[in-house]
């Protein structure tokens, strides 16, 4: 095999391996965010449902904003200094220490203005004592950030999901089940959460100085804390505009909605939609490395290869997951409680914007790891500032409704364009006519699972019709995809990553 085979099949080996392990990692914190959510809108209803999601989506912002891009800056430099252990520890020491700051600042910010928030926005009482215990674990959550994208920098993957989706989920989980049986109110559940969150974060410090030789130093701060803060201050911004973008849906429905509830079952239905991105998060864990490795090498043509093969496969598990998650929307949202399918054509929208999402693969990767960081800070606050006005306006019109497609409005217009970004300026495009099998593999599942749901229900309903009518279009899918034959270049990719398994 040619060295350009051997290059690809090692990167994509590194990708796949990693994929493997956050979808495992990601299926098992699921699994406990699906017990968790169960719980909490089970035990407390829609209304208090809505006070605690309102709250952790303020955290999950400042927790974002706050470490000032030191986990893309970590992703970027640890591979570019490979071979220089002490600018390693430097950029270590840069993002904890930056992100400590800003995070304390962001927590303080919040518990002052706890009050005047609730009163601009959901006005109910349990809300200010929530986002104050909150507010605790902000820096923790922040600083966990750092800690496991040095991880990911690093391509040790398992650590980092180990940590954030399994530690983490099984620790919330196990703390408020401890609360639920102390019979605590939602405040209590948040203390236990809080709980969990800090001892996570010490677990994840250990562990990184444990299994990795990295340690924070303070020589060679000052020799890569130009290029450092002018890579990570720019995504600060473009993080921002992403948070805004995939958070104020939630965040103007407590401003403008009719109450908690809406936040509640607005957030289910989100919840639902974003499992459709899994397989974008997956290749996302990895291929940030991997790009700016062979961006550095000049291998453009090996990065345009794993770019077009990864995204053609990513789009067509997450259209067929569209699909399923469309034709049983209503048993799906009954689950969580009779209330929650009030959410069935949020759902539906959601659903079509996740699949848009992955539709143009991690081009918003290929794009940062390509030195266009500066390109992205545009894409994200543009789009950003498009979702505030659509939101606006259209959720005073259509409430939830108006929130799910101002949202997914937003997505389409912020892909299209990084995928028309990389075209342009990298040359590289991921889509060709390869795309009609998958795409055609999907309709027919499509029309099988509808058939369960039209003639299944009686005597299957609830869990076990999603279930059964889920199995026969992953089978339909699949049998589609292997009568109409793999794909040379598809096989041919196979083949180069499995010889670099057994070397």
């Given at each position: 095999?040619?060295?350009?085979?051997?290059?690809?099949?090692?990167?994509?080996?590194?990708?796949?391996?990693?994929?493997?392990?956050?979808?495992?990692?990601?299926?098992?914190?699921?699994?406990?965010?699906?017990?968790?959510?169960?719980?909490?809108?089970?035990?407390?209803?829609?209304?208090?449902?809505?006070?605690?999601?309102?709250?952790?989506?303020?955290?999950?912002?400042?927790?974002?904003?706050?470490?000032?891009?030191?986990?893309?800056?970590?992703?970027?430099?640890?591979?570019?200094?490979?071979?220089?252990?002490?600018?390693?520890?430097?950029?270590?020491?840069?993002?904890?220490?930056?992100?400590?700051?800003?995070?304390?600042?962001?927590?303080?910010?919040?518990?002052?203005?706890?009050?005047?928030?609730?009163?601009?926005?959901?006005?109910?009482?349990?809300?200010?004592?929530?986002?104050?215990?909150?507010?605790?674990?902000?820096?923790?959550?922040?600083?966990?950030?750092?800690?496991?994208?040095?991880?990911?920098?690093?391509?040790?993957?398992?650590?980092?999901?180990?940590?954030?989706?399994?530690?983490?989920?099984?620790?919330?989980?196990?703390?408020?089940?401890?609360?639920?049986?102390?019979?605590?109110?939602?405040?209590?559940?948040?203390?236990?959460?809080?709980?969990?969150?800090?001892?996570?974060?010490?677990?994840?410090?250990a562990l990184l100085f444990a299994r990795t030789d990295l340690r924070p130093r303070l020589a060679g701060t000052r020799e890569v804390a130009a290029e450092?803060?002018?890579?990570?201050?720019?995504?600060?911004?473009?993080?921002?505009?992403?948070?805004?973008?995939?958070?104020?849906?939630?965040?103007?429905?407590?401003?403008?909605?009719?109450?908690?509830?809406?936040?509640?079952?607005?957030?289910?239905?989100?919840?639902?939609?974003?499992?459709?991105?899994?397989?974008?998060?997956?290749?996302?864990?990895?291929?940030?490395?991997?790009?700016?490795?062979?961006?550095?090498?000049?291998?453009?043509?090996?990065?345009?290869?794993?770019?077009?093969?990864?995204?053609?496969?990513?789009?067509?598990?997450?259209?067929?997951?569209?699909?399923?998650?469309?034709?049983?929307?209503?048993?799906?949202?009954?689950?969580?409680?009779?209330?929650?399918?009030?959410?069935?054509?949020?759902?539906?929208?959601?659903?079509?914007?996740?699949?848009?999402?992955?539709?143009?693969?991690?081009?918003?990767?290929?794009?940062?790891?390509?030195?266009?960081?500066?390109?992205?800070?545009?894409?994200?606050?543009?789009?950003?500032?498009?979702?505030?006005?659509?939101?606006?306006?259209?959720?005073?019109?259509?409430?939830?409704?108006?929130?799910?497609?101002?949202t997914g409005i937003s997505i389409a217009v912020v892909n299209v364009a990084r995928i028309a970004q990389v075209w342009y300026f990298e040359g590289m495009?991921?889509?060709?006519?390869?795309?009609?099998?998958?795409?055609?593999?999907?309709?027919?599942?499509?029309?099988?699972?509808?058939?369960?749901?039209?003639?299944?229900?009686?005597?299957?309903?609830?869990?076990?019709?999603?279930l059964f009518g889920g199995l026969v279009g992953l089978g339909t899918f699949g049998a589609v995809v292997w009568l109409l034959g793999i794909d040379d270049?598809?096989?041919?990719?196979?083949?180069?990553?499995?010889?670099?398994?057994?070397?």
């Amino acid at each position: 095999m040619s060295d350009d085979g051997d290059v690809r099949g090692s990167s994509m080996l590194s990708i796949l391996r990693g994929s493997s392990i956050f979808t495992v990692g990601t299926l098992v914190a699921r699994a406990f965010g699906f017990l968790l959510t169960l719980a909490l809108t089970h035990a407390v209803g829609a209304v208090a449902y809505g006070v605690y999601v309102f709250a952790k989506k303020l955290i999950t912002v400042g927790a974002g904003l706050a470490d000032l891009g030191a986990d893309k800056a970590v992703l970027r430099f640890m591979p570019k200094f490979e071979d220089h252990p002490e600018r390693r520890g430097a950029v270590l020491t840069l993002g904890l220490v930056t992100s400590l700051v800003a995070s304390l600042a962001a927590a303080a910010a919040l518990a002052v203005a706890a009050p005047a928030i609730n009163a601009h926005t959901l006005n109910e009482p349990l809300f200010p004592d929530a986002l104050r215990v909150f507010a605790v674990v902000l820096p923790f959550y922040t600083l966990r950030r750092v800690v496991t994208a040095t991880f990911r920098s690093l391509e040790r993957l398992e650590y980092t999901v180990g940590v954030n989706k399994v530690a983490l989920p099984a620790a919330q989980v196990v703390a408020v089940g401890a609360a639920f049986l102390l019979d605590a109110s939602l405040v209590g559940v948040v203390v236990a959460l809080v709980v969990a969150g800090v001892a996570v974060f010490a677990g994840s410090f250990a562990l990184l100085f444990a299994r990795t030789d990295l340690r924070p130093r303070l020589a060679g701060t000052r020799e890569v804390a130009a290029e450092y803060y002018d890579y990570s201050l720019p995504l600060t911004i473009s993080r921002a505009g992403s948070l805004v973008y995939s958070n104020v849906d939630v965040l103007m429905l407590g401003v403008l909605a009719s109450g908690a509830a809406d936040v509640g079952i607005y957030n289910v239905s989100l919840a639902l939609a974003s499992l459709l991105a899994l397989p974008l998060m997956a290749t996302n864990q990895v291929f940030p490395p991997v790009a700016s490795r062979l961006y550095e090498e000049d291998n453009y043509d090996d990065l345009e290869s794993i770019y077009g093969f990864l995204t053609r496969w990513m789009f067509g598990v997450a259209l067929l997951g569209g699909a399923a998650l469309i034709v049983f929307r209503a048993p799906v949202l009954a689950l969580f409680g009779p209330e929650f399918t009030a959410g069935s054509t949020v759902l539906v929208v959601l659903a079509v914007a996740k699949v848009v999402n992955v539709a143009v693969g991690p081009s918003g990767y290929v794009l940062m790891m390509t030195d266009h960081q500066y390109l992205n800070v545009v894409n994200q606050v543009s789009t950003a500032l498009l979702n505030v006005v659509l939101n606006y306006v259209l959720i005073l019109r259509y409430g939830m409704v108006g929130a799910a497609v101002a949202t997914g409005i937003s997505i389409a217009v912020v892909n299209v364009a990084r995928i028309a970004q990389v075209w342009y300026f990298e040359g590289m495009t991921p889509y060709s006519r390869r795309y009609l099998k998958p795409v055609g593999a999907v309709g027919y599942a499509t029309i099988a699972m509808l058939a369960v749901r039209l003639f299944g229900a009686p005597p299957l309903s609830g869990l076990p019709l999603i279930l059964f009518g889920g199995l026969v279009g992953l089978g339909t899918f699949g049998a589609v995809v292997w009568l109409l034959g793999i794909d040379d270049a598809d096989r041919e990719f196979v083949d180069q990553t499995l010889s670099q398994v057994g070397d």
